[in-house]
């Protein structure tokens, strides 16, 4: 699968240029034209898919293994304290180009960067609900 107007699509097939960390015949992984950090490293199936939710579970095993090899290269390359996995899906979410990829941003004891805001739910009843709409959609999937 390859969509010719997916800029992923193109530095997977050799059109754009990219420097590359890892290529199986599933995952290219590639640093990162605008880092968060240096050896910000993005890991895209080579197969063109929108999101994660279009990802194909037998692709799993190769993406977790791709993550994983990278991200401790990226470690032990930078000299990292620690590593995060970031993945958005749709605009809503930052999704920029859309063909599904993982960040791997190597990160640094006090490097200024903060996570999103979090909140508790208002109840253990409203979480418990929660849980139950989120186990009614994936049954009905």
Do not use: E
């Not at 401790?72 to 899906?89: D, E, K």
């Not at 208002?122 to 186990?135: H, L, T, Y």
């Amino acid at each position: 699968m390859f969509d010719a107007n997916c800029i992923f699509c193109k530095i997977i097939q050799g059109v754009i240029p990219c420097q590359a960390v890892l290529r199986t015949d599933s995952v290219l992984a590639f640093l990162d034209m605008n880092p968060v950090h240096p050896g910000h490293t993005l890991v895209v199936p080579t197969a063109h898919h929108v999101t994660l939710m279009d990802l194909p579970a037998a692709l799993g095993g190769d993406l977790l293994d791709a993550l994983s090899r990278v991200a401790r290269g990226i470690v032990a390359a930078t000299g990292a304290h620690g590593i995060n996995l970031m993945q958005n899906n749709h605009p809503a979410a930052g999704q920029v180009v859309m063909h599904a990829h993982f960040h791997l941003i190597p990160r640094f004891d006090d490097d200024g960067l903060t996570l999103w805001p979090q909140r508790p739910y208002d109840s253990p009843d409203a979480m418990a609900a929660m849980a139950a709409r989120i186990n009614t959609a994936i049954a009905a999937a």
